[in-house]
C-alpha cells in the first residue's frame, strides 16, 4: 500500500491570515523526501485553500505522482489539460462543505463526466472517481471510462460504535474485490487517521491511501516529515 498526502490544509492555514505562510508546495517536497509516494490537492471553485497558483507550482516540482483533485466542471477539465497532472480525481462539490462530504453520483452526471474523462484521455491523464461503497459504482465508473476509484471512507471513519464501523468496512472491502476484479485500481481515503488505518492493511485490493488532516494535525506537534513517516510504517506494517 502506497502514500498519497493531500497538502489541503496546509494551505487552509496560509490563508487563515491571507499570508504566504505556510506554503503548501514547500510541504509537498518534505512529504516526498519522507517518502510519500503521491501529492493530492483539492482545486476548488472558491479557491478556499489551494489557488492555480500552487497547482502550477506543485506540477514543476512533485517528483512522485501528482494527484489533481477537481469537480467536474468544464473550467476545472481546462486547467487540468494545461496543467498536466498525473492523475485527476473527480470529485463532488458543495460551496457551503467544510469537506467533501461523499461520493460522486455518477449517474446524474455521467453524460458529463464520460466527456471530461475524454478530454483527460487526449492529454494522457489517468483518472480515478471519489465513490461511496456501493457495487452499483462499478459498473458506471467503467462505462464512463475511468482507470481509478477512490473509495469514500468517511462514514467508516465517522462510525460512531464498533458494529457500524465493522459493517462500512465490509462493504469497502467488497466493493474494493469487485472493482479490481473488473480492472479498475482501487484507493481509498476520508477521514483515515493513525488508528483507523490499520484495518485496511488487510484489504490486498487497495493499493493507494490519500490522507490529509490526521498527517498535517500531528504535524503541528512533530513536524511534517515525522508525521508522514509514521504513516508510513504503519502502512508498511513495521
Keep these: 500500500m502506497k502514500l498519497a498526502v493531500n497538502i489541503d490544509h496546509v494551505a487552509t492555514i496560509r490563508e487563515a491570515r491571507g499570508e504566504i505562510e505556510p506554503d503548501p508546495v514547500t510541504a509537498s517536497a518534505i512529504c516526498e ?35 489533481l483533485e477537481m469537480a467536474a466542471t468544464d473550467e476545472m477539465a481546462k486547467i487540468a489539460s494545461e496543467i498536466l497532472p498525473d492523475l485527476v480525481t473527480i470529485v463532488p462539490e458543495n460551496r457551503v ?38 457495487p452499483e459504482v462499478i459498473d458506471l465508473a467503467l462505462e464512463v471510462g475511468a482507470d481509478i476509484i477512490e ?14 464501523q465493522i459493517k462500512e ?15 479498475l485500481i482501487v484507493t481509498a481515503g476520508h477521514g483515515l487517521n493513525y488508528y483507523n488505518i ?14 490529509g488532516h490526521a498527517i498535517i ?6 513536524g511534517l516529515q515525522k508525521a508522514v513517516e509514521d504513516m508510513i510504517k504503519i502502512i508498511n506494517k513495521f
Excluded at 473509495?151 to 457500524?164: L, M, R
Excluded at 494535525?217 to 512533530?222: E, G, K, L, M, Y
Design 151 to 164: 473509495i469514500h471512507t468517511g462514514k467508516y471513519a465517522n462510525s460512531v460504535d464498533e458494529k457500524s
Design 97 to 134: 462543505e467544510l469537506t467533501t462530504e461523499g461520493g460522486l453520483n455518477i449517474l446524474s452526471i455521467q453524460s458529463k463526466l464520460t466527456d471530461i474523462i475524454s478530454q483527460m484521455k487526449e492529454k494522457e491523464i489517468l483518472v480515478s472517481l471519489f465513490v461511496d461503497p456501493n
Design 33 to 67: 523526501l519522507a517518502g510519500a509516494e503521491g501529492i493530492v490537492c483539492h482545486l476548488r471553485e472558491d479557491r478556499r485553500h489551494i489557488n492555480d497558483r500552487d497547482v502550477r507550482l506543485l506540477r514543476e516540482t512533485v517528483k512522485t505522482k501528482f494527484d
Design 217 to 222: 494535525s500531528r504535524a503541528v506537534f512533530t
Design 198 to 211: 490499520h484495518p485496511f492493511l488487510n484489504i490486498p485490493e487497495i493499493r493507494e491511501v490519500s490522507i
Design 169 to 183: 468496512l465490509g462493504k469497502i472491502a467488497s466493493v474494493s474485490r469487485m472493482a479490481a476484479e473488473m480492472g
